[in-house]
């Protein structure tokens, strides 16, 4: 006997029409907005935050400093890479590694995907702000804007040291770390 599934592989058996697709839109809504923010990147942004931590701490900081740091810099980066995918809306859709993202195949309108961006950005300043320190905030803005106005904007599509440049974004959850837990930023997380 077999089971019927939906497009995705799910089991349908029992679910009346209507509401499997709706569950299917929301679900495919969800994956779209997901796929704007890159987490595999934001995964491997958040492995250099919590040694940062620990060595500002200079031993283990508070498990609750270390989630809302986390969850702070998860928001910052999935805005800038949202705010990202708008800027490189068409040139992802013309090339092969970027062609299958939620703008390029037209999952998500522009205007929304901008206003998710921007967001997502305000909340993890706030977020940051209230948990940690307004430094780290200020910080995670300031990594938000690099991101998308030196790299995206000034150097992507200008010149192949974009990469180089463009890394120093990629440096911030360390100095955020560190920021968040000592109030200051020193040499050490430059």
């Not at 500002?56 to 995918?85: D, F, K, Q, Y």
């Not at 995670?140 to 000034?154: E, G, K, N, P, R």
Request: charge should be positive; proline fraction near 5%.
């Amino acid at each position: 006997m077999t089971v019927p599934v939906s497009r995705s592989g799910h089991p349908t058996q029992g679910v009346p029409p209507g509401r499997r697709a709706g569950w299917e839109r929301l679900r495919d809504t969800v994956a779209a907005y997901l796929g704007l923010t890159k987490t595999r990147i934001i995964e491997q942004l958040l492995v250099v935050t919590v040694p940062a931590m620990f060595l500002a701490e200079r031993g283990v900081p508070s498990v609750w400093l270390i989630i809302a740091t986390l969850l702070g810099g998860s928001m910052a980066a999935a805005s800038a890479h949202a705010l990202n995918c708008v800027v490189d809306a068409d040139i992802d859709a013309v090339m092969k590694r970027t062609s299958r993202r939620p703008l390029a195949k037209g999952q998500v309108p522009t205007r929304h995907a901008l206003v998710f961006g921007l967001v997502l950005g305000a909340l993890s300043a706030v977020w940051l702000g209230l948990t940690t320190n307004w430094l780290a905030a200020g910080l995670s803005v300031a990594a938000i804007a690099f991101y998308v106005l030196v790299y995206t904007l000034l150097l992507k599509r200008r010149t192949s040291q974009n990469i180089v440049w463009g890394g120093a974004a990629g440096c911030m959850p360390v100095v955020i770390g560190w920021a968040a837990v000592t109030g200051s930023v020193g040499w050490p997380a430059w």
